[in-house]
């Protein structure tokens, strides 16, 4: 139980740094990495969820997680695939890195495992302009 609240948590502090999102600087804004990832659920994951706000929870807490500070996330917008993989948008930037420096770090996700709240998700491909 403490695990789901905690997750909850979680989720809204990500709702509440996108809502919070104006506050950072116009510089930060621009440089953002565009990219498009394709991620495989580890369970079925129930129809009715949000995966708009949960591949914004997916990426950029694991973008948060992997450099130590904060992200600007301007929002994922996701699309489910008949073979119940998941095709997601994102442009994203992280604290004290270009778009270049944050593309890499999320091109080397492919392979790993990220934790979300309606599943965990492994990262199958992700290509970034």
Same mark, same amino acid.
């Given at each position: 139980?403490? #695990?789901? &609240? *905690?997750?909850? &948590?979680?989720?809204?502090?990500?709702? %509440?740094?996108?809502?919070?999102?104006?506050? %950072?600087? $116009?510089?930060? $804004?621009?440089?953002?990495?565009?990219?498009? &990832?394709? &991620? $495989?659920?580890?369970?079925?994951?129930?129809?009715?969820?949000? #995966?708009?706000?949960? @591949?914004? @929870?997916?990426?950029?807490? *694991?973008?948060?997680?992997?450099?130590?500070?904060?992200? #600007?996330?301007?929002? *994922?917008?996701? =699309?489910?695939?008949?073979?119940? =993989? #998941?095709?997601?948008?994102?442009?994203?930037?992280?604290?004290?890195? =270009?778009?270049?420096?944050?593309?890499?770090?999320?091109?080397?996700?492919?392979?790993?495992?990220?934790?979300?709240?309606?599943?965990?998700?492994?990262?199958?491909?992700? =290509?970034?302009?």
């Amino acid at each position: 139980m403490i #695990f789901i &609240f *905690s997750k909850v &948590f979680i989720a809204l502090a990500a709702v %509440v740094s996108v809502a919070t999102a104006s506050t %950072v600087s $116009q510089k930060r $804004q621009e440089d953002l990495a565009s990219c498009d &990832f394709v &991620f $495989q659920p580890d369970a079925p994951v129930d129809p009715n969820t949000d #995966f708009d706000i949960e @591949f914004n @929870f997916v990426i950029g807490r *694991s973008l948060s997680i992997e450099t130590g500070g904060g992200t #600007f996330n301007a929002g *994922s917008t996701a =699309t489910e695939n008949a073979d119940d =993989t #998941f095709n997601v948008h994102d442009d994203i930037g992280a604290d004290g890195k =270009t778009a270049e420096e944050t593309a890499a770090i999320l091109t080397g996700w492919v392979g790993e495992t990220k934790e979300g709240i309606a599943a965990n998700w492994l990262v199958l491909s992700v =290509t970034c302009a």
